[in-house]
C-alpha cells in the first residue's frame, strides 16, 4: 500500500517535470533568418503604420501594450509572447519576420 503511494507520487512528480520541461522549450526560429534585411526604413510614418496593424490584428491576444494579456490570452496556451520581454526584444527583425509569417497554434500565420 505504501509503496503504491511513493510509485505514484514519483510518477506525478516526473509527469509534472516532463510537462514543465515542454512547456518551456522556447519557438525557435531557422539560424538563417537572422540575416534577412527589414526593407522598410523606421520612421514616423512605418512606425505609425505599424501600430494600426498591431491594434487591428495583434492586440486581442498580445494586449495593447503588447504585454501578452490581450483579451484572448487568458483561454491560450501557450501564453502570447511579452513583446515587451528581453527574450522577444533581443530577437533579430528576420526572426520576428518569419514567426510572425509561419505562426505557431495558437499563433496564426499573417
Ligand atoms: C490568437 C492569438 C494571437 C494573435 C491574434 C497574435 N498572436 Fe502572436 N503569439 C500568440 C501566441 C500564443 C504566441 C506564443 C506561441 C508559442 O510560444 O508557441 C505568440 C507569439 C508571437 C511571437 C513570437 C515571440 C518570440 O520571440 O518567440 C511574435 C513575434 C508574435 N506573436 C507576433 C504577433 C504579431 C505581430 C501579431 C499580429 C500581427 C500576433 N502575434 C497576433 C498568439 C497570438
Known amino acids: 500500500m505504501k509503496l503504491n503511494l ?7 512528480l516526473v509527469f509534472i517535470q516532463f510537462q514543465t520541461k515542454a512547456q518551456s522549450s522556447a519557438w525557435s526560429s531557422p539560424p538563417s533568418v537572422n ?3 527589414n526593407p522598410v526604413p523606421s ?3 512605418s512606425v ?4 494600426k496593424l498591431y ?3 495583434c492586440t486581442p ?5 503588447g504585454k501578452g494579456d490581450g483579451i484572448a490570452a487568458a483561454s491560450l496556451s501557450p501564453k502570447p509572447a511579452d513583446h515587451t520581454s528581453q527574450t522577444v526584444q ?3 527583425d528576420g526572426a520576428l519576420f518569419w514567426k510572425l509569417s509561419e505562426g505557431h ?6
Open 6 to 12: 511513493l510509485v505514484l507520487i514519483t510518477t506525478g
Open 35 to 37: 540575416s534577412l534585411k
Open 43 to 45: 520612421d514616423p510614418v
Open 48 to 51: 505609425k503604420a505599424g501600430k
Open 55 to 57: 491594434e487591428a490584428n
Open 61 to 65: 491576444c498580445h494586449g495593447n501594450k
Open 90 to 92: 533581443k530577437e533579430s
Open 105 to 110: 497554434n495558437p499563433m496564426p500565420s499573417y
